[in-house]
């Protein structure tokens, strides 16, 4: 394969323009919580995939001097909330600028095995032990092990794509 530099492009790849392509990929919305020792934590994040099922393994990337950071380093554990369209004003208070306490106060949450808080009425939610975390430019990347699975009523799913929300259908159901 040629190295990069060999590669002849039109214009450059600006952040801006980067960002205009990727406004086009929809994403399912979640809210990622943490817990322990780095106190409790949570931020709404579209940067989240699936990576491998044995072991059961997803990842998250979360910015590096975004005010949360740090807590889920140092818990060690995350639990991905997956949003039904009703919790569009969740998404908003977690997407940051807003006290920690004031996001939790928005909504109910219990206490998943990992330590991370689960949001009631979740669509899904995966409960997580960070496994690795490796730094790529301005994110940290968190590849975490599922260690606990819930899947919840709502048969619609909240996406953002082209910088706006939409509710598309996902009854999940469960597998075996
Ligand atoms: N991966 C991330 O860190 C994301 C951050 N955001 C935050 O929400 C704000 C509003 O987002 P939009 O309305 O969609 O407008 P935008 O033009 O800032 O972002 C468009 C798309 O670019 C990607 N993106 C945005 N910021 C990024 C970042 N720092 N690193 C990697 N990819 C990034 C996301 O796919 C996003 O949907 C952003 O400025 C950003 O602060 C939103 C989506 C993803
Ligand atoms: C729809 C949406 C998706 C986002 N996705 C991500 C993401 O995948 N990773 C990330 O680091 N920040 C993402 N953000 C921004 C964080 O939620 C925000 O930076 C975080 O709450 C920390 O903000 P703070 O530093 O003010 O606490 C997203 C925001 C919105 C509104």
């Not at 690795?132 to 994110?139: E, K, L, S, Y």
């Not at 910088?163 to 996902?170: E, T, W």
């Amino acid at each position: 394969m040629d190295d990069a530099a060999d590669i002849a492009c039109a214009a450059p790849v600006t952040k801006e323009r980067y960002r205009d392509a990727m406004a086009a990929l929809a994403a399912a919305v979640n809210v990622v919580t943490t817990d322990g020792p780095g106190g409790r934590a949570g931020f709404t994040a579209t940067a989240v995939c699936s990576v491998t099922d044995a072991p059961p393994t997803l990842l998250v990337c979360v910015k590096r001097d975004s005010s949360v950071g740090e807590a889920f380093r140092a818990n060690g554990a995350l639990c991905v909330n997956t949003l039904a369209p009703e919790h569009k004003p969740l998404s908003n208070l977690f997407g940051g600028r807003t006290p920690v306490e004031e996001r939790f106060a928005a909504a109910t949450w219990r206490r998943g095995p990992s330590g991370a808080p689960v949001l009631e009425g979740a669509l899904a939610h995966f409960d997580c032990r960070i496994d690795r975390v490796v730094d790529v430019g301005t994110h940290a990347v968190l590849f975490c092990e599922v260690v606990d699975i819930g899947v919840g009523e709502p048969c619609e799913a909240l996406i953002y794509v082209g910088r706006r929300y939409d509710a598309v259908p996902a009854c999940v159901g469960a597998a075996g």
